[in-house]
C-alpha cells in the first residue's frame, strides 16, 4: 500500500498545453519534494516545500504544499518536451529521517 | 562541486553470489540513505546512515545491510543474491539529518542484473 498516491500515473500531452501532477496522503509530513527522473538515472530534485499552504514557482512549474501538510500538486505551464520523464513526489518525515516516495507520474510531451 | 556517486553503474551477479556497492556522498554531507527502485515496487527506502551509525532500516531482508565510513562514503552489501533483488540501487546523500529542511540529493544508481 503507498503512502503517498500519486495520480494520474501516466499523462500524454501536446507541446503548449498544461498539466498538473497530484500527490496524496493520510499522514502528515514534515516536508515533501518533487523530483524528476529520467531513464536509468538517478532522480534529480526539483524543489522542497516545508510549510503548509507554500507555492513555489520554478520557471514554468508550479509547486504547492496542502495546508494540512499532507498533500501537494505539481503544475506545468506551457509544457515542453524537455519536460517528458518520470515525476516522483516524496514525503519526508523528520522523525524517521526518511523518505516516502509516492508511485510516479509519466509524462509525456510530444512536439 | 562533485555530485553523489555510485559505482559500478552496472552489475551482473549470479543467483546466490554477494555483491557490494558503493557510494561516495556530495562533500560534507555526512547523511546517506539507500533506496531500491524496481519497476513494480517504485523506489523504496533501505536504510539510512549518520556519521557511521545506522539510523534508520527499512522493511528489508537482513541479507541487504551497510555501512559508513568515516569519511561518510557508504556500501551497501546484498547476501545470496535472489532474481528479484535486481533493480536500480539509488544513494542519496544530505547535509542535514532530521530537520524539515533535509534535502535528499541522488546519484545516477547502480543497476544490478541477477541472472
Known amino acids: 500500500t503507498q503512502l503517498l498516491e500519486q495520480s494520474p500515473q501516466f499523462l500524454s500531452i501536446q507541446e503548449g498545453e498544461n498539466l498538473t501532477v497530484y500527490c496524496n496522503s493520510s499522514?502528515?509530513?514534515?516536508?515533501l519534494q518533487w523530483y524528476r527522473q529520467e531513464p536509468g538515472e538517478g532522480p534529480v530534485l526539483l524543489v522542497t516545500?516545508?510549510?503548509?499552504?507554500e507555492v513555489k514557482k520554478l520557471k514554468r512549474l508550479t509547486f504547492q504544499f496542502g495546508d494540512a501538510r499532507k498533500d501537494s500538486s505539481l503544475h506545468i505551464t506551457a509544457a515542453q518536451p524537455g519536460d517528458t520523464g518520470l515525476y516522483l513526489c516524496?514525503?519526508?518525515?523528520?522523525?524517521?529521517?526518511?523518505?516516502?516516495f509516492g508511485g510516479g507520474t509519466r509524462v509525456l510531451v510530444k512536439p | 562541486k562533485a555530485g553523489v556517486t555510485q559505482t559500478p553503474r552496472y552489475l551482473i551477479k549470479t543467483r546466490g553470489q554477494q555483491v557490494t556497492l558503493s557510494c561516495s556522498p556530495i562533500?560534507?554531507?555526512?547523511?546517506v540513505s539507500w533506496y531500491q527502485q524496481t519497476p513494480g515496487q517504485g523506489l523504496q527506502f533501505l536504510f539510512e546512515?549518520?556519521?557511521?551509525?545506522?539510523?534508520n532500516k527499512g522493511n528489508f531482508p537482513g541479507r541487504f545491510s551497510g555501512r559508513q565510513f568515516s569519511n561518510s562514503r557508504s556500501e551497501m552489501n546484498v547476501s545470496t543474491l535472489e532474481l528479484g533483488d535486481s533493480a536500480l540501487y539509488l544513494c542519496?546523500?544530505?547535509?542535514?539529518?532530521?530537520?524539515?529542511?533535509?534535502?535528499?540529493?541522488f546519484g545516477q544508481g547502480t543497476r544490478l542484473t541477477v541472472v
Open positions: 562533500s560534507g554531507h555526512r547523511s
Open positions: 546512515y549518520f556519521s557511521e551509525t545506522q539510523r
Open positions: 516545500v516545508v510549510t503548509g499552504g
Open positions: 542519496a546523500s544530505s547535509l542535514l539529518s532530521g530537520s524539515r529542511y533535509t534535502e535528499a540529493f
Open positions: 516524496a514525503g519526508y518525515k523528520a522523525a524517521g529521517n526518511k523518505l516516502t
Open positions: 499522514s502528515v509530513f514534515s516536508s
